[in-house]
């Protein structure tokens, strides 16, 4: 899970450049407002039904809580996520 939330941030942050946008704020803007997770990446990312049902377990038993930072590293990804990041 936490490979997969490195990568997943990893592609936030591509995508946040790209579109020259700073901050925090203007980040969760621009998320809530876009479609900003390609369906490349989601299923690149969950793969696998298995993965599905960790996921949905896994946000649902966090709701409403505050989360530590992962890092921010393409090494976390465990596909090739370069031909995803096209802006």
């Not at 596909?79 to 096209?86: G, K, N, S, T």
């Amino acid at each position: 899970t936490e490979k997969m939330n490195s990568c997943l941030f990893y592609y936030y942050n591509e995508y946040l450049s790209a579109n020259n946008i700073t901050s925090s704020r203007d980040a969760l803007l621009f998320i809530s407002e876009n479609e900003v997770i390609d369906p490349a990446l989601n299923d690149a990312i969950f793969n696998n039904r298995d993965r599905i049902k960790a996921y949905y377990k896994f946000n649902a038993s966090l709701s409403g809580r505050i989360l530590e930072g992962y890092p921010n590293v393409k090494e976390s990804c465990e596909f090739d996520i370069d031909p995803i990041i096209v802006f």
